[in-house]
């Protein structure tokens, strides 16, 4: 048990801390199939997060993440510095000089409407360390491999609050109105039994977004009211998409914006999410799109800013 305790990021006083018994049932547990592997994709992520949070100290303002449209000239592509090429003074040729006209009134209506390729930029300033809050999609499709792989993100993130003295909540959702808080907010909180419960959650619903946004804000709003201030980091990890009633939305990002907090986005269903879908409008953009489960690189800037 010991051995597979140490692989969740757990002390060995946690263990001492236990009678035999309890020893035995965790040793079940951690033994199963589900918890092995949840293990094996916790302990590279965890050691990518560490390392990540040690960049924060060398890290650029911005870095490229996606090739976009657009008009801002400081990120065009280089090859479209290739239609505004005139046609070579030596060049006799009718037709291409006609071309390189033609390429040149296309690169001014392309930058007039915003469609110039270039490149995305990602930001990557860290707020201060508020609370973190990991919203959980538990529907039907998230079951197999990308439930075990939000497990890990979610057992990163714990270490990651309980290695830094923040607050955490574990909101798993599924349908509308169905969810489960586990929240940790003193050390006495990240025990064996409540990390356990936190990964054994699984609903296997439906996808309701406006139901753990709205847990969000109510967990914010509270912690607001008490002591003035929340700067938290509340990350979104779903496969899905789900329309939220605009005028909910809208208070959503007014909240967040009010209590100078961020909401990331994780997409774990292989495509990137509409830019006019929920979890993109909620995020700003900031969504990670996973294509690799084998390690966390695709949510190693989540883990530097958080």
């Known amino acids: 048990a010991a051995n597979n305790a140490s692989a969740w990021g757990l002390e060995p006083g946690d263990l001492k801390q236990m009678n035999a018994q ?11 199939e589900r918890f092995k592997r949840i293990a094996d994709l916790f302990g590279p992520m965890r050691n990518l997060m560490l390392s990540e949070q040690k960049r924060k100290t060398t890290h650029t303002p911005e870095e490229v993440f996606d090739i976009g449209i657009g008009n801002n000239l400081g990120r065009m592509l280089p090859q479209e510095l290739l239609a505004l090429r005139d046609a070579d003074e030596e060049d006799e040729d009718e037709e291409a000089a006609e071309m390189a006209d033609l390429q ?10 915003g469609k110039l ?4 930029m990602q930001g990557v300033d860290s707020l201060a360390q508020g609370g973190i809050l990991f919203c959980e999609d538990g529907s039907g499709s998230m079951s197999g491999e990308r439930e075990l792989w939000s497990k890990a993100v979610m057992l990163c993130l714990l270490h990651l609050a309980r290695q830094q003295n923040r607050t955490m909540h574990v909101i798993h959702f599924g349908s509308r109105n169905q969810f489960k808080i586990l929240s940790f907010t003193k ?47 509340v990350v ?17 990002l007014k909240t967040m914006d009010k209590m100078q907090s961020t909401t990331w986005g994780i997409s774990v269903s292989g495509q990137k999410p509409s ?31 958080a």
């Not at 040149?104 to 409407?113: G, I, S, V």
């Not at 993109?280 to 530097?304: N, P, Q, W, Y």
Request: glycine share 8%; charged share 30%; aromatic share 10%.
């Open 117 to 120: 390729l270039q490149y995305e």
């Open 236 to 252: 979104f990890c779903t496969d899905g998409e789900c329309a939220v009633p605009p005028a909910f939305l809208e208070e959503y």
């Open 187 to 233: 050390p006495a909180d990240f025990s064996l039994d409540r990390i356990i419960e936190a990964a054994e959650l699984f609903f296997s619903g439906g996808t309701d977004f406006q139901t753990p946004m709205q847990q969000a804000l109510n967990i914010l709003n509270e912690e607001y009211d008490r002591t003035g201030g929340t700067k938290a980091d």
């Open 22 to 32: 309890e020893r035995i049932e965790l040793a079940k547990k951690l033994n199963g």
């Open 104 to 113: 040149q009134l296309d690169w001014m209506r392309r930058f007039a409407e």
């Open 275 to 305: 830019k006019t879908g929920a979890l993109h409008e909620m995020c700003g953009g900031k969504v990670a799109t996973i294509s690799d489960f084998l390690t966390g690189k695709d949510v190693a800037h989540i883990f530097r800013a």
